[in-house]
T-cell receptor, first 109, second 117 residues
Framework: QPALTQPASVSGSPGQSITISCSGTSSDIGAYNYVSWYQQHPGKAPTLIIYGVTYRPSGVSNRFSGSKSGNTASLTISGLQAEDEADYYC??????????FGSGTKVTV | QVHLVQSGTEVKKPGASVKISCKASGYIFTNYAIQWVRQAPGQSLEWVGWINPGHIRYSQNFQDRVSITWDTSANVAYMELTSLQAEDTAVYYCARDIIDTGGFDYWGQGTLLIVAS
């Protein structure tokens, strides 16, 4: 059961926008609107920043936005800030009532 | 205030078993599922399994070695992993599942499992 495919790293300057892709299949991302994104700083537990493809939990900055097209989901971070430097993981519900995570993307500001 | 508090670091020998706990507070325990996720050193997140009222599901990668249970009277979820190998060395997380969204909104602090002879 391969993981969802993400770019290993993405970088940007403060104030810029970056987009992280998450490529899956018709059995996960393409089948359900159950895509989530997590931010993880070193040594810390992941935190939810996007769920249900486009929804932000209370307290998450509106600089984070999510979308999906076909079998690929995307996370956009606008107005990049130093505190956004972290690892980001996508996740999707998958046929068979299971979940799968992405390979992870290191964002450098 | 929602909290998930996990048990402490475990050190086990190959072939042994481990049972990690996840104590929930601040919400109605049985209204949400509990997910278990692990992260090996320097690696991505890996889904282990989940439990909700009336349903348990495991990753095929752990199908024969993992057991997830919960004690609804004590608001505690458990993950037991048997036949441990060095490759099971990882931080294990429990997380609350926002049902029907695919999102895990609250996470435990993680439990480090070290498997070494």
């Amino acid at each position: 059961q391969p993981a969802l495919t993400q770019p290993a790293s993405v970088s940007g300057s403060p104030g810029q926008s970056i987009t992280i892709s998450c490529s899956g299949t018709s059995s996960d991302i393409g089948a359900y609107n159950y895509v989530s994104w997590y931010q993880q700083h070193p040594g810390k537990a992941p935190t939810l920043i996007i769920y249900g493809v486009t929804y932000r939990p209370s307290g998450v900055s509106n600089r984070f936005s999510g979308s999906k097209s076909g079998n690929t989901a995307s996370l956009t971070i606008s107005g990049l800030q130093a505190e956004d430097e972290a690892d980001y993981y996508c996740s999707s519900f998958r046929v068979g009532r299971s979940y799968v995570f992405g390979s992870g993307t290191k964002v450098t500001v | 205030q929602v909290h998930l508090v996990q048990s402490g670091t475990e050190v086990k020998k190959p072939g042994a078993s481990v049972k990690i706990s996840c104590k929930a507070s601040g919400y109605i325990f049985t209204n949400y599922a509990i997910q278990w996720v692990r992260q090996a050193p320097g690696q991505s997140l890996e889904w282990v399994g989940w439990i909700n009222p009336g349903h348990i599901r495991y990753s095929q990668n752990f199908q024969d070695r993992v057991s997830i249970t919960w004690d609804t009277s004590a608001n505690v979820a458990y993950m037991e992993l048997t036949s441990l190998q060095a490759e099971d060395t990882a931080v294990y997380y429990c997380a609350r599942d926002i049902i029907d969204t695919g999102g895990f909104d609250y996470w435990g602090q993680g439990t480090l499992l070290i498997v070494a002879s």
